[in-house]
T-cell receptor, first 115, second 112 residues
Framework: EAQVTQNPRYLITVTGKKLTVTCSQN?????MSWYRQDPGLGLRQIYY???????DKGDVPEGYKVSRKEKRNFPLILESPSPNQTSLYFC??????????????FGPGTRLLVL | QKEVEQDPGPLSVPEGAIVSLNCTYS??????FMWYRQYSRKGPELLMY????GNKEDGRFTAQVDKSSKYISLFIRDSQPSDSATYLC????????????FGSGTRLSIRP
């Protein structure tokens, strides 16, 4: 089954404790992206990757890091989480950046609470 | 002012009604327009996308784009309780350098 998986689905942590949210897709997609979703603000892009070893900032990259060492994986790293990073996070992938508007697949989401 | 404005709702209608969901935008460079459906505790899933102005129909769903008014709509005919979800509009210029801008979503509830 074609899918995007994220782990963990739910996470409660404390300020300053480094964490990683994993994202993996099995569709051989080139383009992958991380979003956060907050009430009244919609989905905002954090980082995206056009291909292996190619990443770039989205709208709200502060406090986040990413890496793309393999095509299928795109982990999101919070080096020192703060309460304002409490949010619902989605990973997404698509065949190419040019076709992301047609074929973007989203993962199930990771709900993060930073105390 | 946000680039994309969407009424958050909630919108509640009886089963069988026609639903109209709308977004307005400010950037005339947007060329691709999408509608995503998001069920509770799930990721968004692409429902429809259209290029430039015009209508596109898919079953009970019709997407409409009016670029002159910077206004897009999603119509749902014969609405079903299973259509209850949050609907997000999204748009992009479509070039390789462009980003996708999402509306904040409209929560829709279909009453049996």
């Amino acid at each position: 089954e074609a899918q995007v998986t994220q782990n963990p689905r739910y996470l409660i942590t404390v300020t300053g404790k480094k964490l990683t949210v994993t994202c993996s897709q099995n569709m051989n997609h080139e383009y992958m992206s991380w979003y956060r979703q907050d009430p009244g603000l919609g989905l905002r892009q954090i980082y995206y990757s056009m291909n292996v070893e190619v990443t770039d900032k989205g709208d709200v990259p502060e406090g986040y890091k990413v890496s793309r060492k393999e095509k299928r994986n795109f982990p999101l790293i919070l080096e020192s989480p703060s309460p304002n990073q409490t949010s619902l996070y989605f990973c997404a992938s698509s065949q190419t950046r040019e076709r992301s508007q047609e074929t973007q697949y989203f993962g199930p989401g990771t709900r993060l609470l930073v105390l | 002012q946000k680039e994309v404005e969407q009424d958050p709702g909630p919108l509640s209608v009886p089963e069988g009604a026609i639903v109209s969901l709308n977004c307005t935008y400010s950037n005339s460079a947007f060329q691709y327009f999408m509608w995503y459906r998001q069920y509770s505790r799930k990721g968004p899933e692409l429902l429809m996308y259209t290029y430039s102005s015009g209508n596109k129909e898919d079953g009970r769903f019709t997407a409409q784009v009016d670029k002159s008014s910077k206004y897009i709509s999603l119509f749902i005919r014969d609405s079903q309780p299973s259509d209850s979800a949050t609907y997000l509009c999204a748009m992009t210029r479509g070039s390789s350098a462009s980003k996708i801008i999402f509306g904040s979503g409209t929560r829709l509830s279909i009453r049996p």
